[in-house]
């Protein structure tokens, strides 16, 4: 081997090496100080014990061997009054004595990147100034450093908060039985919640049925409601237990809807409201809060019809398909007599006004999202859909969304709802009657972004804007979606599309 072509490309190896030290080290920052934070705020549970908070050093590290030196300090009083003022909080200064720092003074030997101290609070002291409204911060800030002081990350406040248990809803569960539950019993599950979990114990609470409370909540929803009879409610366990670390727990309770009846399996009362109270009471740890949910109510209503009330406190969800359908399932524009390929256009059938699926191909009929009436022959009115859910629903809503043709071209509709379905003698409740109104036409897209085609093609029944349309709340497990009339936005064509059918509400 030739070695004095060795030598020259060793010697430019080692020279592009030492320049590339030379560019790190110069684009390399200088070493900084500061809280190993982006927030400057952390809000621990006051429940734990305490918190290592870290000092961090970074940059390309330091060029002499001396140990650096970093002091750390309490905030004055107007410097949280500044933070407050720029941030739009209302911090208080927490005392001295009611928190401790392990240490206050660093050290950082050259090859240290962090340094951790420990952070330990009064827990009664913050617990009972918590419970009471106060918030109160352990400030902390980089006093002295003999390196650079990173600005953003120069301050850190600590605030022990108070962890609240409450119910996940207001009203824990509401029943509506039927004459067909006469000999059944029941066990159902409840859910309680802590705002911010504990990660070093269980949670547990104790519940009590607290039939003092009856009066003030049939005043504040002006309803009469009643104690409910000796055996009807029983809970499982009388308190609900919170893993560590959990944001929930679980509890058992069982309704024995038995004793409604008489012995001839009718009610022995109707039209009655019986509720049950729950409060939790006592907890351990015993430094937990309440919050506004700390009371919750099972209800059961004893009525003739399937009106209903919303429950109190749940969000409402909404409620899709696929669902079965009953009725209507040949009203499509495969169907249509004129239809020029009635194989093709079966594919825009019933069950896609209920698949929630919302995609508009116009090549492949086979996965778009859509209905179609009658298009090439006059639709008949009124168009009449039955269509099995999965579970009984209470209803807080029905909405229809459009798709990408002929958009409003189907304004007006009715909808009822029935707890059993028997064909024509279902005993149908009016739930929603009324016109949705129009936005105009809108550029659809290809369907893929469930929440964008919701915001802008699913109209309510009725619309905000018709003072002449019907909603009540309603129970079921079936419902008629009847099309009742065209809108005459398309005055020369027949017949046009919706994308979905949907309805809004509770589980029962």
Known sequence: MNMKHIIPLLAASVLMTAACTHDLDTNMVSDVIGFATTTNITEPSLLIDGIDI??????????TS???KVSIAAF????????????????LLAPSGKYTLERTELDFAVEDSRQILHVDWDKNYFFNTNDG???????????????????LRSFLLIRPVLSKVGFQHRDIRNFYPDEKMSEEVSEYEGTAKIDNPISTSDVTVNLLIDNSLIPAISEERKVDYKQAPDGLFTLSEDKVVIKAGESFGYF??????????DSEGEFKEKGVKYIVPLRMADTEPVLIGKDSLSVGYVIVNISDDSTVEPPVGQEISIIHGPWNILEGKDTHIGNDPA???PGWYSNYNTSKLVDWNFTNSTTDATVNGYWG????????????????LDQEYIFGGFNKVDASGVQGQFQDFEVYTAREYAGEDTKWVLAAKGNTGHRGWQQFGDGSNVEDILNRFSYPIPGKEDEAGVFNYTRGKYIKFVIV???????????GYLSEFYARGWTM
């Open 54 to 63: 870290s000092v961090l050093k970074s940059g390309k590290g330091q060029a």
């Open 66 to 68: 001396e140990t650096a």
């Open 76 to 91: 004055t009083q107007s410097e949280l009054d500044e933070y407050n003022e720029a941030n739009g909080t209302d911090f």
């Open 133 to 151: 409204g106060a918030h109160y911060v352990i400030a902390l800030k980089i006093s002295e450093s003999s390196i650079k002081l990173d600005s």
């Open 252 to 261: 058992k309770f069982s309704v024995d809807y038995r004793v409604l009846f």
């Open 339 to 341: 239809c020029p390929q």
């Open 373 to 388: 009436s009658w298009y090439w022959t006059e639709p008949e009115f009124p168009m009449v859909f039955v269509f099995e």
């Open 485 to 495: 009339k065209k809108s005459g936005a398309y005055p020369d064509i027949k017949g």
